[in-house]
């Protein structure tokens, strides 16, 4: 077993009032899971300790697992990914493009495309999110469009601001994967993930609703003010009994542990202690570029409240997979070209780097996302991760 020292002293050096309340993280290699730990508080103004099995909002690193999903029907023929997704998700055929405002209100055309699975798992059907588009931002307030997080179907009633194919943009496109996932498979997105992903992978704490037993390991989210200081902010379940859908792009609850179990799966080629999620040449197609000559990015912020300005790994050139940004280049802090990776709102990451045959998740529950102080901290995470691993 590896001196993993060097991880565990990154996260203590990272906690403090006014730096990051707690973190949880996992590291697994080749030969398996080498790290699962924490340091901190589960919050602010709570006593008790940040675990390694504390229960995170993972928000949009739901993503990937929704991919997984999608991919998995596409090993069965129910969906393909450059089919017109219209034709498995209605809806995807009446979308149109949003090119303004006039004094009726927005105006739209018809896209010059359909969009398809593919432009969906990639970010490049044209679909935004208001946190980072001023456009979309204005048409959700316009119209009134509920949050994606209140589980009401009339929140995925939005526009394209770009024609499918033209142009990475980050936005509402795996809500609308796991639409398709449940009309392609006849299963909420919940019943799915747990019957085809999450229990045949041992993901005890991976769900997408809240449950009592978690009460004393559900960590508290905070927001950084202006003056740096933290506050911790209510972040209610959804209401179970008036939800309409399980969002594809974000909504999931796990642990460190839970979702590196997922990451060691894609790691071993789609299988992780006898069971088999995806195919081999699955999980290798999905972690090529699927962008062509498209860049990921950067995002600007229209809600500063939710998230800073996003350039994650900046200068360095950045591709999108089927559901995973990938780097071109690799890092200062050890990950290798051609790495996998996301993240969530509350500053939740991780990483999955096959050719170092290295997976990481690191989580926290901070706000805004790309929160300055949490970032130094993932990247001194990761180099103490690489430490440990090339002396192992």
């Given at each position: 077993?590896?001196?993993?020292?060097?991880?565990q002293?990154?996260?203590?050096?990272?906690?403090?009032?006014?730096?990051?309340?707690?973190?949880?993280?996992?590291?697994?290699?080749?030969?398996?899971?080498?790290?699962?730990?924490?340091?901190?508080?589960?919050?602010?103004?709570?006593?008790?300790?940040?675990?390694?099995?504390?229960?995170?909002?993972?928000?949009?690193?739901?993503?990937?697992?929704?991919?997984?999903?999608?991919?998995?029907?596409?090993?069965?023929?129910?969906?393909?990914?450059?089919?017109?997704?219209?034709?498995?998700?209605?809806?995807?055929?009446?979308?149109?493009?949003?090119?303004?405002?006039?004094?009726?209100?927005?105006?739209?055309?018809?896209?010059?495309?359909?969009?398809?699975?593919?432009?969906?798992?990639?970010?490049?059907?044209?679909?935004?999110?208001?946190?980072?588009?001023?456009?979309?931002?204005?048409?959700?307030?316009?119209?009134?469009?509920?949050?994606?997080?209140?589980?009401?179907?009339?929140?995925?009633?939005?526009?394209?601001?770009?024609?499918?194919?033209?142009?990475?943009?980050?936005?509402?496109?795996?809500e609308?994967?796991?639409?398709?996932?449940?009309?392609?498979?006849?299963?909420?997105?919940?019943?799915?993930?747990?019957?085809?992903?999450?229990?045949?992978?041992?993901?005890?704490?991976?769900?997408y609703?809240?449950?009592?037993?978690?009460?004393?390991?559900?960590?508290?989210?905070?927001?950084?003010?202006?003056?740096?200081k933290?506050?911790?902010?209510?972040?209610?379940?959804?209401?179970?009994?008036?939800r309409?859908?399980?969002?594809?792009?974000?909504?999931l609850?796990?642990?460190a542990?839970?979702?590196?179990?997922?990451?060691?799966?894609l790691?071993?080629g789609?299988?992780?202690?006898?069971?088999?999620?995806?195919?081999?040449?699955?999980?290798?197609?999905?972690?090529?570029?699927?962008?062509?000559?498209?860049?990921?990015?950067?995002?600007?912020?229209?809600?500063?409240?939710?998230?800073?300005?996003?350039?994650?790994?900046?200068?360095?050139?950045?591709?999108?997979?089927?559901?995973?940004?990938?780097?071109?280049?690799?890092?200062?802090?050890?990950?290798?070209?051609?790495?996998?990776?996301?993240?969530?709102?509350?500053?939740?990451?991780?990483?999955?780097?096959?050719?170092?045959?290295?997976?990481?998740?690191?989580?926290?529950?901070?706000?805004?996302?790309?929160?300055?102080?949490?970032?130094?901290?993932?990247?001194?995470?990761?180099?103490?991760?690489?430490?440990?691993?090339?002396?192992?």
């Open positions: 077993m590896p001196d993993i020292g060097p991880i002293r990154a996260l203590e050096a990272a906690i403090g009032p006014d730096k990051i309340p707690g973190i949880a993280a996992a590291v697994a290699t080749r030969d398996g899971v080498i790290f699962e730990g924490a340091a901190g508080r589960i919050s602010v103004d709570q006593p008790a300790p940040m675990t390694a099995d504390s229960v995170f909002r993972i928000a949009s690193m739901t993503k990937a697992i929704t991919g997984a999903a999608a991919m998995q029907l596409v090993e069965q023929g129910k969906l393909a990914l450059d089919q017109p997704a219209k034709e498995i998700l209605p809806l995807l055929g009446k979308v149109q493009v949003l090119t303004g405002f006039d004094a009726s209100g927005p105006t739209m055309r018809r896209p010059r495309t359909d969009v398809t699975l593919r432009h969906l798992l990639t970010h490049t059907a044209g679909f935004a999110y208001d946190i980072w588009n001023a456009d979309i931002a204005r048409y959700a307030k316009e119209k009134d469009v509920p949050a994606m997080r209140t589980g009401k179907l009339a929140a995925l009633n939005v526009p394209l601001v770009r024609d499918p194919g033209e142009r990475w943009e980050y936005g509402v496109n795996i609308m994967v796991g639409r398709m996932v449940e009309a392609a498979s006849g299963l909420n997105l919940e019943t799915y993930l747990q019957k085809h992903i999450l229990m045949p992978l041992g993901m005890r704490d991976t769900s609703i809240a449950r009592a037993s978690w009460e004393s390991r559900l960590t508290g989210v905070h927001a950084r003010k202006a003056d740096g933290l506050e911790p902010i209510a972040s209610p379940p959804v209401d179970e009994t008036t309409e859908f399980f969002p594809g792009g974000g909504g609850y796990s642990t542990p839970d979702y590196l179990r997922f990451l060691r799966a790691l071993s789609g299988e992780l202690d006898g069971a088999r999620i995806l195919k081999s040449e699955t999980v290798a197609l999905m972690g090529g570029n699927h962008m062509g000559a498209l860049n990921v990015e950067p995002l600007p912020t229209f809600n500063p409240a939710l998230s800073n300005p996003v350039d994650l790994m900046p200068g360095v050139v950045k591709k999108w997979g089927l559901t995973f940004l990938i780097n071109t280049e690799a890092t200062p802090a050890g990950r290798s070209a051609g790495s996998l990776a996301w993240a969530g709102l509350n500053n939740t990451y991780y990483w999955l780097d096959p050719s170092a045959k290295v997976a990481a998740v690191f989580m926290t529950q901070v706000l805004p996302f790309a929160d300055t102080t949490v970032l130094e901290a993932l990247d001194a995470f990761e180099s103490a991760v690489y430490q440990v691993v090339r002396k192992a």
